[in-house]
């Protein structure tokens, strides 16, 4: 089931043409909550309903709201040619921001078993793996350790240097973005390990979570984005 | 690699880059958590940190905190930072020092070391076991009172200033409020016009392992708002468990026994800079009679006397 457009457009004024001088104001985007292409309970056991309801209703939802609030704000501070206030809004747009983006990448890194979740990538990507990290046990065994030892709040990601064509394991704080590590960064997949993500089924075993969440990684997706960009 | 208890009580030394003595504070939620084993074959003793049991049963801040949140919150996550703390310091240098020192070491001015972080998180959770009591929350009184509606305006207002901290604090970390004394916003400024009113209360948060007392403050009060803190309880809702934390469960006697050590120390410290600014004036006598010799072994080559003083 492809996954609907999560963008819905407000238009405020008219006014697209760009090489004038006058603060024309654009259309602001908004954002939505993009629909699960499965059941909060499909990924089970690996990861409880419970938590895929609040990640994806309360968590992820929250981001969005928050994003566009601040979206509304910076636009409008823009208008005004208000600095202070455009800079001040930086970070709430990189937390809220980010987690929007994210968990977008997060949920389509995710399938039920039945729906393929878990079968380990062939082709390209699958091969690419087994040059870069030996095999496909040794690339999970290393984003796991690197996943467990993070402090805090952050992601544990799977990516591409689309310009070096090489795969690279890397982690980010809080909700920053992977691109955040490398302008030429491409999530193949991410893993969140915030609390929220697996306190409630498997509590401080961090480790847990993140053996059994292998049995639901969708590497159909990574492996098409692998191919888009490395074509 | 031997610790003696003499070194334990009286722990000076300066961290070569500041060059100021390492300040050995001690909190009153902090007792002596070194206890020094010798193991039998061997003539190595060991420092071992202890997991301090919260000064209530786990049941005992229900409903607002439950059972299971200190069942897993002391008894898994605060226990595993006490015993990697453990793993990570025997056989160092680091071994024998009271967590507040391990804590400023390892902070590194920035440049973090590995043990920071288990350190801090045994120290923060320690203060904020302590933070809190069956049946707390309600008002502050005396000096405490006074105080928080000098510095913020009005009880209210640090309420609401407080609260925010914590909403605000993203991902991991903590909110404090804590007792600035006499020291300038800027890194190792000296303050060069000390006054009263430079000794404020402040709320800081701070991210993951992070606290105040790396900044020198002296810390107050602290809520925890990592996820684990209160996901079980409270899932997503950070704020509610917030408001509960202020209304139902802070330990405002704590807060005010912290204050008033607090003020002590603030007080003990100018003592000593006191002392120490006197002892400099006094050392200029000794550079004039120096002056003299030079002028001496000028004048009679053959003299080799430079006993003078």
Redesign the interface.
């Known amino acids: 089931m492809a996954l609907r457009s999560s963008v819905t457009r407000r238009t405020l004024t008219l006014g697209l043409n760009s090489t004038r001088l006058l603060p024309l104001s654009r259309s602001l985007q908004t954002f939505s909550l993009p629909d699960l292409p499965y059941d909060y309970g499909a990924l089970e056991p690996a990861i409880s309903g419970e938590i895929m309801q609040l990640h994806h209703q309360k968590h992820h939802h929250t981001y969005i709201t928050n994003y566009n609030k601040a979206l509304e704000q910076l636009h409008e501070a823009i208008q005004k040619g208000d600095s202070s206030t455009v800079v001040k809004l930086q970070s709430a747009i990189k937390f809220n921001g980010g987690g929007h983006v994210n968990h977008s990448i997060f949920w389509k890194n995710l399938a039920p078993i039945r729906e393929g979740g878990g079968e380990p990538p062939k082709a390209s990507l699958g091969w690419a793996i087994d040059t870069h990290f030996g095999s496909l046990e040794s690339l999970i065994q290393k984003m796991n350790t690197e996943g467990a030892a993070l402090q805090g709040s952050g992601w544990v990601w799977l990516g591409v240097n689309k310009e070096l064509k090489k795969l690279v394991i890397e982690t980010t704080p809080n909700q920053d973005p992977l691109v955040t590590k490398g302008p030429h960064l491409v999530p193949l997949l991410g893993i969140d390990v915030w609390e929220h993500a697996y306190y409630l089924q498997y509590k401080n075993v961090r480790p847990d979570y993140l053996k059994n969440i292998w049995k639901v990684i969708n590497w159909k997706y990574a492996s098409e984005v692998y191919e888009k960009e490395c074509a | 690699m031997a610790a003696t208890t003499s070194m334990v009580t009286s722990l000076t030394f300066t961290i070569p880059s500041l060059g100021f003595r390492l300040p050995t504070r001690s909190y009153p939620c902090v007792k002596p958590q070194r206890r020094f084993v010798r193991k039998a074959a061997s003539n190595v003793i060991t420092a071992t940190y202890e997991l301090k049991a919260p000064p209530y049963p786990l049941n005992a801040l229900e409903p607002h905190m439950s059972r299971e949140t200190l069942e897993?919150h002391w008894g898994?996550?605060h226990r595993?930072y006490v015993e990697n703390l453990n793993k990570q310091v025997v056989g160092t240098d680091l071994e024998g020092l009271s967590l507040e020192d391990i804590i400023i070491v390892t902070y590194n001015k920035g440049d973090i070391l590995p043990a920071f972080?288990n350190a801090a998180q045994a120290w923060n959770h320690d203060f904020f076991w302590e933070s809190m009591k069956p049946g707390g929350g309600g008002k502050p009184s005396g000096d405490l009172l006074h105080l928080i509606e000098r510095d913020f305006g009005s009880f209210e207002r640090f309420i609401e200033e407080f609260k925010s901290a914590a909403a605000t604090q993203?991902?991991?970390?903590w909110a404090w409020l804590a007792y600035k004394a006499n020291r300038l916003d800027v890194e190792n400024a000296v303050n060069p016009w000390p006054s009263e009113k430079d000794k404020k209360l402040v709320i800081v948060k701070s991210?993951?392992?992070m606290n105040p007392l790396v900044w020198d403050y002296f810390p107050l009060l602290t809520i925890d708002v990592?996820?684990?803190a209160y996901?079980?309880d409270f899932?997503?809702q950070r704020p509610d468990y917030i408001s509960v934390f202020m209304e139902k469960l802070v330990s405002w006697e704590t807060v005010n026994t912290r204050l008033e050590k607090a003020k002590a120390r603030a007080a003990e410290r100018e003592m000593e800079e006191e002392r120490r600014r006197k002892e400099e004036e006094e050392g200029k006598p000794t550079n004039e009679e120096d002056d003299d010799d030079d002028l001496e072994m000028y004048v009679d080559n053959d003299n080799d006397d430079s006993e003078a003083e």
Not at chain 2, 170 to 173: L, M, N, P, R, T
């Open positions: 897993y898994k996550h595993t972080n993203f991902g991991s970390g991210p993951n392992a990592w996820e684990h996901y079980l899932q997503n």
